[in-house]
Antibody
Framework: EVQLVESGGGLVKPGGSLRLSCAAS????????MSWVRQAPGKGLEWVGR??????????DYAAPVKGRFTISRDDSKDTVYLQMNSLKIEDTAVYYC??????????WGKGTTVTVSS | DIVMTQTPLSSPVTLGQPASISCRSS???????????LSWLQQRPGQPPRLLIY???NRFSGVPDRFSGSGAGTDFTLKISRVEAEDVGVYYC?????????FGQGTKLEIK
């Protein structure tokens, strides 16, 4: 079964840092582009960023609100993608979903991990 | 950024009746490679989103055939032929033709 499991969420003060992890299983992780999508409480979905496969260059792209603060990386030996979040703001409070990107759509989603930024 | 506008934002539907959700993009979603990367996702209460339709009209694996997608360019539609109780939730359109990927605001489908 294809599965994505996020971890690492929690409560952090404004200006703090957090690293989210997403462990993949059930497919060849190294062959898939991976994205992060977030959902603020009671709000809609917002794309955060994505990382390509190493075969495709391994580059990461980001949405404007997080560019320069968030970094996506991957460790294909561990079938894991990471979201390093620095300089966190209150508006970063959200459920963060890890997704597999398949032909420019998100075909597999994790259950999400909650990040709360509050003093 | 491409703005995705969904209508209606809320849709009360009678069980067994059809439902339709519209999604309009601020720019054409036709990619330079000729494909149109418009997908539809369903988010049931308390659940993560789930892919229903990709590239306008292709049903994803396991999606019931009462769901269908159509459209072209900037105007797209998701239709449910006969609404069932398990269809309650929020539906999002999403474009991946141009960075950044963007979602519609969501349409809440509820039973009358």
């Amino acid at each position: 079964e294809v599965q994505l499991v996020e971890s690492g969420g929690g409560l952090v003060k404004p200006g703090g840092s957090l690293r989210l992890s997403c462990a993949a299983s059930g497919y060849t992780f190294s062959s898939a582009w991976m994205s992060w999508v977030r959902q603020a409480p009671g709000k809609g979905l917002e794309w955060v960023g994505r990382i390509k496969t190493k075969t495709d260059g391994g580059a990461a792209d980001y949405a404007a609100p997080v560019k320069g603060r968030f970094t996506i990386s991957r460790d294909d030996s561990k079938d894991t993608v990471y979201l390093q979040m620095n300089s966190l703001k209150i508006e970063d409070t959200a459920v963060y979903y890890c997704t597999r990107e398949w032909y420019y759509c998100m075909d597999v989603w994790g259950k999400g991990t909650t990040v709360t930024v509050s003093s | 950024d491409i703005v995705m506008t969904q209508t209606p934002l809320s849709s009360p539907v009678t069980l067994g009746q059809p439902a339709s959700i519209s999604c309009r993009s601020s720019q054409s979603l036709v990619h330079s490679n000729g494909n149109t990367y418009l997908s539809w996702l369903q988010q049931r209460p308390g659940q993560p989103p789930r892919l229903l339709i990709y590239k306008i009209s292709n049903r994803f694996s396991g999606v019931p055939d009462r769901f269908s997608g159509s459209g072209a360019g900037t105007d797209f539609t998701l239709k449910i032929s006969r609404v069932e109780a398990e269809d309650v939730g929020v539906y999002y359109c999403m474009q991946a033709t141009q960075f950044p990927y963007t979602f519609g605001q969501g349409t809440k489908l509820e039973i009358k």
